[in-house]
């Protein structure tokens, strides 16, 4: 008989052996309490996949029949139909304005955290406080931080950051809003960048320390470069939870339907004045809000949905390339 394997040239490198496979397990063997998990398991599933499926297709369907171009580049105006009730400019840009001002904040912040407790993490007890108050914000209320804002920036020594009358501090501007949320999106940083710098193996700073590199050097030219699809993918993860956040922007923003600016410095007066965001729009013309506009509020979260989509999809890539990165 001859053997169908091509034989070996003498000299050649030996052949990669196969990877092995473990047996495959039939769940029919399984006891009856294990099947009726995993066909919870499935179950649950598929449903988690449907009601979500279902969300998108019911907000695609309801926003392509209401939106229409001239609600994004007009702005909200009081009237007593929904048809003169104009767009949703000024919530757009207010989106995005408080949404890069809080992420400009929570980013350089949050991986400076996460690059001392990883490298550093010293002294130990404070590395576990400061890791305690990270898991503590993921998990509070943002009506407890809009609070907690609201008393910081109506204090005297704030008052150039929101507008003022006789002395008294407003204390509600772009500039409040988008500094409290950014304790919204600094765990999903902390979080992402700390992985990624722990996936590094040691022997990858090892190499660069032989090589004369100080530590803050091999942080700076090797470890962050290494972590940047961890720092997008963080950074977008939170830009979507805030910009998804109402409480704050109800609280500390005003919730004025357009951007109200204080002073004549034009960006400036933007940040120091109030406004509003895509989730309050929604909010005041949900059909239990107090405009009661149903079709302006189904074409605002569609668009709204589009956004963070968007966003689920630069994650996805910038996940995806980190998968790549192997270190032997």
Known sequence: ???????????????????R???????????LTDRIGLAAAWVLGLL??????AIVVFLAFQGIRYLHPSLIWTNPKVADTQARSGGFLDPLLGTLIVGVLSLSLAGPVGVCVAVWLVEYGRPRLLARVVESTVEMLAGTPSIVLA???LLIFQSR?????SATNAGVVF???????????????LPYVVATVREGLQAIPNHVREASYALGKSKIATI???????VRPSVITGSMLGFG????????????????????????VPLLGTLRGTGSTMTSYIYDNAPTGDLNHAQLAYAAAFVLLLIVLALNLIVDIFANRSRELRWS
């Open 157 to 161: 020594f704030l008052g150039f950051l």
């Open 171 to 185: 204390g509600k501007s772009c500039f409040a809003a988008g500094f409290m949320l950014l304790f919204i999106a």
């Open 48 to 53: 988690f996949c449907v009601i979500a499926v």
């Open 220 to 226: 700076r030219r090797v470890l962050l470069p290494s």
């Open 1 to 19: 008989m001859t053997s169908s394997a091509t034989p070996r040239l003498p000299g050649a490198p030996p052949r990669p052996a196969a990877p």
């Open 21 to 31: 496979r473990g047996p495959r397990e039939s769940s029919s063997s399984w006891r």
């Open 241 to 264: 939870h805030t910009i998804g956040d109402t409480t704050i922007i109800l609280l500390l923003m005003g919730d004025t339907g357009v951007l109200q600016g204080v002073g004549h």
């Open 147 to 149: 609070l907690f804002g």
